[in-house]
């Protein structure tokens, strides 16, 4: 009798926490979907923000320049053979270990003149927001207990982030676009992306983008690349 008293006692523990994280996980989803829905109308409204002082500005004879990007998209495109140990260092700091990896670096003084000395063996420039997305959920991994979790639930965002107000993948989205105030958690928390070859392959891979090749500093362009290596 006492067994049994006891396996119905911890039974109707289970059944009511599976009851309560079920009535949890619907607010999650919902709160997300409203996160997500205001996510929208803000990229759209600097959109438009955007097109109407172009237009402005053209109208009136004059140049509109668009506001500095914040972000850097840096791909390593070469291996580690005959890499000079300072330039293997940086690249480590990039947490660039390995080909085809890919980061987010913001941008500064510091990180631009890090990656001018690794200009050979990197390809990099500025992440659109379409970028970003299909890097996070196509490619997305967290650091989870030092392991790495694939991000496939927003419950594994919240556990590891949520006291910085971070609880969904749509979070991590916007911090990384808008570069927030917790930018370094929330990229420190995304694993590098692991990129496949680019469709097509290479071409000159030694020679800088400028003179026709792969590395170096591709501005908007990187966006392209990426997308091959998806």
């Not at 500064?108 to 690794?118: F, G, Q």
Request: overall charge positive; aromatic content about 8%.
């Amino acid at each position: 009798m006492k067994k049994k008293r006891r396996d119905e006692e911890f039974a109707k523990r289970a059944a009511d926490k599976a009851a309560a994280d079920k009535v949890a996980r619907r607010a999650s989803r919902a709160a997300a979907f409203k996160k997500a829905e205001a996510y929208v109308k803000e990229y759209k409204s600097i959109e438009r923000s955007t097109i109407r002082m172009k237009r402005q500005a053209r109208a009136s004879g004059n140049h509109f320049y668009e506001p500095e990007n914040k972000v850097i998209a840096v791909v390593r495109i070469r291996g580690i053979n005959a890499v000079a140990p300072k330039t293997k260092k940086i690249l480590q700091l990039l947490r660039l270990r390995k080909l085809h990896a890919c980061t987010f670096v913001r941008v500064n003084k510091a990180t631009i003149n890090m990656l001018r000395m690794v200009e050979p063996y990197v390809a990099y420039g500025y992440p659109n927001l379409k970028t970003i997305r299909q890097l996070v959920y196509k490619r997305g991994f967290g650091k989870v207990n030092k392991q790495r979790i694939a991000l496939t639930d927003n419950s594994i965002v919240e556990n590891t982030l949520g006291a910085k107000g971070i609880t969904c993948v749509e979070d991590i989205i916007h911090e990384i676009f808008t570069v927030g105030p917790n930018f370094k958690e929330v990229n420190n928390f995304v694993w590098p992306f692991q990129l496949s070859s680019p469709l097509g392959g290479y071409k000159r891979k030694l020679t800088h983008f400028n003179e026709g090749g792969q590395a170096g500093n591709r501005m908007e362009q990187i966006n392209a690349l990426i997308q091959r290596m998806l």
